[in-house]
């Protein structure tokens, strides 16, 4: 009985040292992201929670880093876009695939059409510039 509790006592030794150096990796990326953030100034990052229209490109659990009020946006571009198709305030990080007139029209990478209806150019509030895949994973 005591050779089978110190066997349990050193795999739980074991398991809780592996959760303690996954946790020391996540915090590694976690302060290299704020490291790039902060040096970018403009640039923001965030946690990708939701909802799987843009994988595999993008996908849940994946850090976006993203800048606010870009300068200049164009067809292939990934954005962020307050799109009233989705409801007043609501948000889609989708990609431009074409232009209507002065608006843009966007789709998820993963979706079989276009979002309802195209948005302005004031309604883009971010651009991805880049993603850390698996980073909350």
Aim: net charge neutral.
């Amino acid at each position: 009985l005591e050779s089978r509790r110190t066997s349990i006592i050193q795999q739980v030794s074991v398991v809780s040292q592996q959760v303690s150096d996954a946790n020391a990796v996540l915090q590694q990326k976690i302060q290299a992201a704020n490291n790039i953030t902060s040096a970018l100034g403009t640039v923001g990052a965030f946690r990708v929670t939701c909802c799987g229209s843009m994988d595999p490109t993008i996908t849940s659990n994946d850090m976006a880093f993203i800048l606010k009020n870009p300068p200049t946006v164009g067809i292939g571009d990934v954005v962020i876009a307050v799109s009233p198709c989705f409801g007043e305030g609501v948000s889609v990080m989708h990609r431009i695939v074409r232009m209507e007139g002065d608006e843009y029209v966007l789709r998820g990478d993963n979706n079989g059409g276009d979002d309802p209806c195209p948005v302005p150019r004031s309604a883009i509030t971010w651009k991805v510039l880049a993603v850390a895949k698996g980073v909350y994973s």
